[in-house]
């Protein structure tokens, strides 16, 4: 019913920038809170940020100044802006969205979603 998919990941020198790009598609009613997770091999999946509906957001402590989330709810889309990386083990980065959407009799449901995640690596 919905689908959440990421863009924007690569190989980025330490002190460079990335900037992530997630869309949500499908019968959407509302798109309501939205988020970056990573996960890097060996560790649990944690939380970079969040934003809700309504524009505020909340960062991981070890990437407050260094990241921006924003999102564009026309497009049913967030962004992670990611400035002043520094090398660490390769992570896939995760969008996630908590969607009011629309069944085929227009019934609303509310479900949470993940993309199928974006890899970035920032190294020398």
């Known amino acids: 019913q919905v689908q959440l998919v990421e863009s924007g990941g690569g190989l980025v020198q330490p002190g460079g920038s990335l900037r992530l790009s997630c869309t949500a598609s499908?019968?959407?009613?509302?798109?309501?809170?939205m988020g970056w997770y990573r996960h890097a091999p060996g560790k649990e999946r944690e939380l970079v940020a969040t934003?809700?509906?309504?524009?505020?957001?909340n960062y991981a402590d070890s990437v407050k100044g260094r990241f921006t989330i924003s999102r564009d709810n026309a497009k049913n889309m967030v962004y992670l802006q990611m400035n002043s990386l520094q090398p660490e083990s390769p992570s896939v980065y995760y969008c996630?969205?908590?969607?009011?959407?629309?069944?085929?009799?227009?019934?609303?449901?509310?479900?949470?979603?993940w993309g199928q995640g974006t890899q970035v690596t920032v190294s020398s």
């Open positions: 499908g019968i959407i009613f509302r798109v309501n809170a």
């Open positions: 996630n969205a908590d969607v009011t959407y629309l069944t085929e009799r227009y019934v609303r449901g509310t479900g949470d979603y």
């Open positions: 934003i809700s509906s309504g524009g505020s957001t």
